[in-house]
């Protein structure tokens, strides 16, 4: 188990709460509009990146269309020879 986290658990309560600047029962309305306009939202930003798994599929596409069209001819042939 990870020694930070464990020292962690033994954390009080209310200096959890102190350091998190807050109390039992939660933030206010106008804390919470403050710590929006400073944080923005909890969300984290989406970004489309190929994978590498995608771009090898795009690469190898069209090596297995022939590869397939191969195997048919190659079936074709033998079952009219």
Do not use: W
């Not at 029962?25 to 804390?31: D, M, V």
């Amino acid at each position: 188990m990870n020694l930070e986290f464990e020292m962690q658990e033994n954390i009080p309560l209310e200096e959890v709460f102190d350091n998190l600047k807050c109390t039992r029962e939660g933030l206010s309305s106008e804390k919470v509009q403050e710590r929006l306009d400073l944080f923005g939202y909890n969300k984290l930003e989406e970004k489309k990146v190929k994978s590498q798994t995608s771009m090898l599929f795009s690469f190898l596409f069209p090596f297995q269309i022939v590869a397939q069209f191969s195997h048919e001819m190659l079936l074709y042939i033998l079952f009219n020879a």
